[in-house]
């Protein structure tokens, strides 16, 4: 059974940083897109970053491009989100999703991801 579940979301100032983490189990986990997204309250779900399995290729929304960080460790089925110059507005529950995917680029589409984890918060605050 596919089980994602994401941890390191937490109360942070502005101008810091968090690194979140997304460990999966029970699938061939090389084989899978993996997507971070966020939901901010009265606010639609949004992608926030992709990756390929292979972690080869990657991709940001606008408004974190520069500041966040998509990577992955297959050995450890976990990918991971380092974000850095968190402002007020990245506030939000972020949670990671998988798609199967061997080749093609990975998207930030929300409807193209099956299998999502519980969510973490983050929140942005003085």
């Known amino acids: 059974q596919l089980q994602l579940v994401e941890s390191g979301g937490g109360l942070v100032q502005p101008g810091g940083s968090l690194r979140l983490s997304c460990a999966a189990s029970?699938?061939?986990?090389?084989?899978?897109?993996v997507g971070w997204f966020r939901q901010a309250p009265g606010k639609e779900r949004e992608g926030v970053s992709c990756i390929s399995g292979g972690g080869r290729t990657t991709n940001y929304a606008d408004s974190v491009r520069g500041r966040f960080t998509i990577s992955r460790d297959n050995a450890k089925n976990t990918v991971y989100l380092q974000m850095n110059s968190l402002k007020p507005e990245d506030t939000a529950v972020y949670y990671c999703?998988?798609?199967?995917?061997?080749?093609?680029?990975?998207?930030?589409?929300?409807?193209?991801?099956?299998?999502w984890g519980q969510g973490t918060q983050v929140t942005v605050s003085s």
């Open positions: 029970g699938f061939a986990f090389v084989n899978y897109a």
């Open positions: 999703a998988a798609r199967r995917q061997i080749v093609g680029m990975p998207t930030m589409n929300v409807g193209s991801y099956d299998d």
